[in-house]
């Protein structure tokens, strides 16, 4: 609400005020239903808002190099977040990574001492090799051609499409 006229006065800008009444708010499916070939979607706001409009843009076929979002908090859960069975080759340990848990928290909780900095994904200080299953990215450290290789993750926000990752841990 600080920059309502700023925003207000941008080429193509439009504001929504729900007043407390999801009802009255942004029309979600509808502003986001066309990807395109270049759009990118910027969210920025309290958890629940970020989540929801993240979840809705991904089933709206948004890829995820173009969803962009602060979490001032750390990883953002979606509703449809999985548990993750982690198998940590070099020390040969199996863990299990809860829904509402990052893999990070998971190693941490397991007495392992990885490396880490921001918790947002941001620094790319937690980025550990992946040795099977597929990273679900949601950090914006890494590249697009890291992303699309699935050899490395950050473990402070990303999550798995797979039941099961083996880390070189
Ligand atoms: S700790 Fe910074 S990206 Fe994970």
Same mark, same amino acid.
């Given at each position: 609400?600080?920059?309502?006229?700023?925003?207000?006065?941008?080429?193509?800008?439009?504001?929504?005020?729900?007043? =407390?009444?999801? +009802?009255?708010?942004?029309?979600?499916?509808?502003? *986001?239903?066309?990807? !395109?070939?270049? #759009?990118? @979607?910027? &969210?920025?706001?309290?958890?629940?808002?970020?989540?929801?409009?993240?979840?809705?843009?991904?089933?709206?076929?948004?890829?995820?190099?173009?969803?962009?979002?602060?979490?001032?908090? =750390?990883?953002? +859960?979606?509703?449809?977040?999985?548990?993750?069975? *982690?198998?940590?080759? !070099?020390?040969? #340990?199996? @863990?299990? &990574?809860?829904?509402?848990?990052?893999?990070?928290?998971?190693?941490?909780?397991?007495?392992?001492?990885?490396?880490?900095?921001?918790?947002?994904?941001?620094?790319?200080?937690?980025?550990?090799?992946?040795?099977?299953?597929?990273?679900?990215?949601?950090?914006?450290?890494?590249?697009?051609?890291? #992303?699309?290789?699935?050899?490395?993750?950050?473990?402070?926000?990303?999550?798995?499409?797979?039941?099961?990752?083996?880390?070189?841990?």
């Amino acid at each position: 609400m600080a920059y309502r006229d700023e925003a207000a006065a941008l080429p193509g800008a439009t504001l929504y005020f729900d007043q =407390g009444d999801p +009802a009255r708010g942004m029309p979600l499916d509808a502003v *986001l239903a066309d990807p !395109g070939e270049a #759009r990118h @979607l910027y &969210v920025c706001g309290p958890r629940g808002l970020i989540a929801g409009v993240l979840e809705r843009a991904e089933a709206l076929g948004w890829p995820a190099e173009r969803l962009h979002y602060e979490s001032f908090k =750390g990883a953002v +859960a979606l509703a449809n977040d999985r548990p993750i069975r *982690l198998v940590l080759r !070099g020390s040969g #340990r199996t @863990l299990d &990574v809860k829904a509402d848990q990052s893999i990070l928290d998971a190693l941490i909780a397991a007495g392992l001492d990885p490396l880490y900095d921001c918790r947002r994904g941001e620094c790319g200080m937690c980025m550990t090799p992946v040795l099977e299953g597929l990273p679900d990215h949601r950090d914006h450290a890494l590249s697009a051609a890291e #992303r699309a290789d699935g050899k490395v993750i950050c473990t402070c926000v990303s999550r798995a499409l797979t039941p099961e990752l083996v880390l070189d841990l």
